[in-house]
């Protein structure tokens, strides 16, 4: 007899395209974000990523607190968490006057990035002869709401087994103010039996990544047939619906690796 596990791993064939991806750069996490000390607000640091490139723009001040503007425009990603490349400095026209171009960038050192966690990263640039080292975070002003209808769903696999999770089909969201949300997820099995499988949990938010965090349980044909724990991450919203990275476990496996992804429902 199958497991639950198994019979959702053989659920109906909705295109696994509305499993998107959890990566928004297909090289890393995405970093694109903007970062600084919350202890130090009033300098920070503008990340853009495309692939394997960052752009950092560094806002500062000088020895005389006057602004400094300090761009690093191809920070090249040796690995998924180490990003590093030139800092220049650069001048241009008073923003008053009509645009009469840019004298050359000036390199005044260098940058580096290593991001300790999708949050979190270790900044080091040197400017002019001076070295700075700083533990930057992620910046938050308002957490995203993910309540609505929604079509997709999450892929897992087991990494301690042979089980897989596949659950494809129509997703209600709700969330209540900003930190408790319930996600349910409803679909079909292969043997065309209906199966619920329903998130409890906290949802926070770090810049604009989101993670939500609590129990899940399942039933089939209205019986109870798994639970367990649950983490995603890396989620990013938009409009269209959002995508993460799925972490959880149940009586079955120990360890689930995979993600989630969903588009807004727009016919209901």
Do not use: H
């Not at 001040?61 to 690995?79: I, K, M, Q």
């Not at 949802?203 to 990544?209: C, I, M, V």
């Amino acid at each position: 007899m199958k497991t639950l596990p198994q019979r959702i791993a053989a659920c109906i064939a909705v295109s696994l395209a509305c499993a998107l991806p959890a990566k928004a750069s297909t090289f890393s996490v995405d970093y694109t974000d903007l970062w600084y000390i919350p202890a130090e607000s009033g300098w920070g640091l503008n990340l853009i990523q495309q692939n394997n490139v960052i752009f950092a723009t560094l806002f500062v001040y000088g020895s005389d607190n006057t602004p400094r503007w300090y761009v690093a425009s191809d920070l090249e990603g040796s690995s998924g968490n180490s990003f590093a490349g030139t800092l220049y400095r650069t001048t241009g026209p008073y923003f008053g006057v009509p645009w009469t171009g840019t004298s050359p960038a000036t390199a005044v050192g260098s940058m580096s990035l290593v991001f300790t966690s999708v949050n979190t990263a270790t900044l080091t640039y040197t400017a002019d002869g001076v070295t700075v080292t700083k533990s930057v975070q992620r910046q938050t002003w308002r957490a995203e709401n993910l309540s609505g209808k929604y079509l997709g769903g999450l892929v897992a696999g087991c990494t301690s087994g042979s089980t897989d999770l596949l659950m494809i089909g129509s997703l209600a969201v709700t969330q209540s103010g900003t930190n408790q949300a319930t996600m349910v997820e409803s679909f079909t099995t292969s043997a065309g039996a209906p199966a619920t499988c329903t998130f409890n949990g906290t949802y926070s938010q770090a810049g604009r990544q989101g993670t939500f965090a609590g129990n899940w349980s399942c039933t089939v044909n209205g019986g109870a047939a798994n639970n367990g724990t649950f983490t995603m991450t890396e989620l990013q919203s938009t409009i269209r619906g959002f995508n993460g990275r799925f972490q959880g476990k149940d009586q079955f496996c120990q360890s689930y690796e995979g993600n989630v992804g969903v588009m807004r429902d727009t016919v209901q």
